[in-house]
């Protein structure tokens, strides 16, 4: 329904009465990894972003990293310290939060308790002074969206967590917000009835014709849910993108640690040039970049340096010869096996599928592990960029 512009957002929030200021001449310094300055703790700074109507935007990253600040500051809770907010292409810093025709769902469902699902659906209609039938239309086509209408007569208490939050969701899409911002809606939620919600939010956002901001630093949501998504530490975004492309093509480090499920496994190595290719030595093996990756290090005309050799615990695999390693742990997962490993003085992670296993691998055991060049992933040692890109 709506186009959402961010353009250098800053949020500052300033010391609070009786708290030593800075001197102006002092340095800045890192405090618990947010910068702080003389006008106080920077949690939000040079962000810039461009949503499209109808897009799913997802911001993500591990706690305190500023995607709620963000999120506060589109819904009008906080005030932006400086830079520019767009609501459809309309300059909203100051407009307050109820002219922003925006809607919100909060991690603690925030529902009346004294209300039936019904009233919670229909109380932001009643202070619009919507007609009676408008009102009746609105709230019982919410519901049946959302599969709730069987629970209109009943009060909170008497809901689940995944009912309570779909009466919440309810309350929010009942007004046609141009704009639906929702703040990790689901952390409240078991793992089983977090996945089935994450479908719902899915088959909801096919129904309703408005854009979604979604807040979360779970980073499985993040990557079912998204069209974009947007990934922060620090205040600072890190990087935006589709979730196959921040899956295959991390811009740092730190991205390429966060998104991924385990984690992606790192090793020291040293990346050479021979008969003008470039080749990667680590654990003892050397491996060729593809034609891509060489192209495109070529392109950033990359020199030999030590690196940061990343690759993804499903694209690695055991074999004869390769990285030597000892089996820490092994975790029959049904479809595959996660073997824990020791490789190069590190703690790796490889999947196995079950389908693929030849032998039962036990604590203790010796192996070797291989990986392709079209997998591999280079990171500097100096400023944890990904030399690719």
Same mark, same amino acid.
């Given at each position: 329904?709506?186009?959402?512009?961010?353009?250098?957002?800053?949020?500052?929030?300033?010391?609070?009465?009786?708290?030593?200021?800075?001197?102006?001449?002092?340095?800045?310094?890192?405090?618990?990894?947010?910068?702080?300055?003389?006008?106080?703790?920077?949690?939000?700074?040079?962000?810039?972003?461009?949503?499209?109507?109808?897009?799913? +935007?997802?911001?993500?990253?591990?706690?305190?990293? /500023?995607?709620?600040?963000?999120?506060?500051?589109?819904?009008?809770?906080?005030?932006?310290?400086?830079? @520019?907010?767009?609501?459809?292409?309309?300059?909203?810093?100051?407009?307050?939060?109820?002219?922003?025709?925006?809607?919100?769902?909060?991690?603690?469902?925030?529902?009346?308790?004294?209300?039936?699902?019904?009233?919670?659906?229909?109380?932001?209609?009643?202070?619009?002074?919507?007609?009676? @039938?408008?009102?009746?239309?609105?709230?019982?086509?919410?519901?049946?969206?959302?599969?709730?209408?069987?629970?209109? *007569?009943?009060?909170?208490?008497?809901?689940?967590?995944?009912?309570?939050?779909?009466?919440?969701?309810?309350?929010?899409?009942?007004?046609?917000?141009?704009?639906?911002?929702?703040?990790?809606?689901?952390?409240?939620?078991?793992?089983?009835?977090?996945?089935?919600?994450?479908?719902?939010?899915?088959?909801?956002?096919?129904?309703?014709?408005?854009?979604?901001?979604?807040?979360?630093?779970?980073?499985?949501?993040?990557?079912?849910?998204?069209?974009?998504?947007?990934?922060?530490?620090?205040?600072?975004?890190?990087?935006?993108?589709?979730?196959?492309?921040?899956?295959?093509?991390?811009?740092?480090?730190?991205?390429?640690?966060?998104?991924?499920?385990?984690?992606?496994?790192?090793?020291?190595?040293?990346?050479?040039?021979?008969?003008?290719?470039?080749?990667?030595?680590? /654990?003892?093996?050397?491996?060729?970049?593809?034609?891509?990756?060489?192209?495109?290090?070529?392109?950033?005309?990359?020199?030999?340096?030590?690196?940061?050799? /990343?690759?993804?615990?499903?694209?690695?695999?055991?074999? *004869?010869?390769? +990285?030597?390693?000892?089996? *820490?742990?092994?975790?029959?997962?049904?479809?595959?096996?996660?073997?824990?490993?020791?490789?190069?003085?590190?703690?790796?992670?490889?999947?196995?599928?079950?389908?693929?296993?030849?032998?039962?691998?036990?604590?203790?055991?010796?192996?070797?592990?291989?990986?392709?060049?079209?997998?591999?992933?280079?990171?500097?040692?100096?400023?944890?960029?990904?030399?690719?890109?």
């Amino acid at each position: 329904m709506a186009t959402v512009q961010l353009k250098n957002v800053k949020k500052v929030y300033p010391f609070v009465s009786g708290e030593q200021k800075k001197k102006k001449d002092a340095p800045e310094e890192k405090k618990t990894n947010l910068q702080v300055t003389d006008e106080g703790v920077v949690a939000v700074q040079e962000f810039n972003l461009d949503i499209a109507d109808k897009e799913f +935007i997802v911001l993500v990253g591990p706690s305190g990293c /500023g995607k709620s600040t963000t999120l506060r500051m589109i819904a009008g809770l906080e005030e932006i310290s400086d830079g @520019e907010l767009y609501i459809d292409g309309k300059l909203v810093n100051d407009v307050a939060p109820k002219d922003r025709n925006i809607a919100m769902v909060f991690q603690n469902y925030a529902l009346y308790p004294h209300m039936t699902v019904f009233e919670n659906m229909a109380f932001s209609l009643k202070l619009k002074k919507e007609k009676k @039938e408008v009102i009746e239309e609105k709230v019982r086509e919410a519901a049946e969206i959302l599969d709730i209408t069987e629970y209109l *007569d009943r009060k909170p208490k008497a809901l689940s967590g995944g009912q309570r939050q779909r009466v919440a969701i309810g309350r929010a899409i009942v007004r046609n917000p141009q704009v639906m911002l929702m703040d990790e809606p689901l952390s409240n939620l078991d793992a089983k009835l977090r996945n089935q919600m994450r479908a719902e939010i899915i088959k909801l956002r096919s129904r309703i014709n408005t854009t979604f901001i979604y807040v979360t630093h779970d980073q499985t949501e993040a990557m079912t849910l998204g069209d974009r998504i947007v990934i922060m530490r620090d205040g600072f975004i890190q990087q935006i993108g589709t979730p196959q492309d921040v899956f295959n093509h991390p811009l740092n480090l730190f991205v390429s640690g966060f998104i991924g499920s385990p984690q992606m496994n790192y090793f020291d190595g040293e990346l050479v040039k021979k008969n003008g290719e470039y080749v990667v030595k680590v /654990g003892g093996i050397e491996v060729v970049p593809d034609e891509e990756k060489q192209a495109r290090l070529k392109k950033n005309d990359v020199a030999e340096q030590t690196v940061t050799v /990343g690759v993804r615990p499903e694209h690695m695999t055991t074999a *004869d010869e390769g +990285i030597p390693a000892r089996v *820490d742990v092994s975790e029959m997962m049904g479809s595959s096996v996660h073997l824990h490993v020791t490789a190069e003085g590190k703690d790796v992670i490889i999947i196995v599928p079950t389908i693929d296993l030849k032998k039962h691998f036990a604590m203790g055991d010796n192996i070797h592990l291989r990986f392709g060049g079209n997998v591999v992933h280079l990171f500097s040692k100096e400023t944890e960029q990904n030399l690719e890109w």
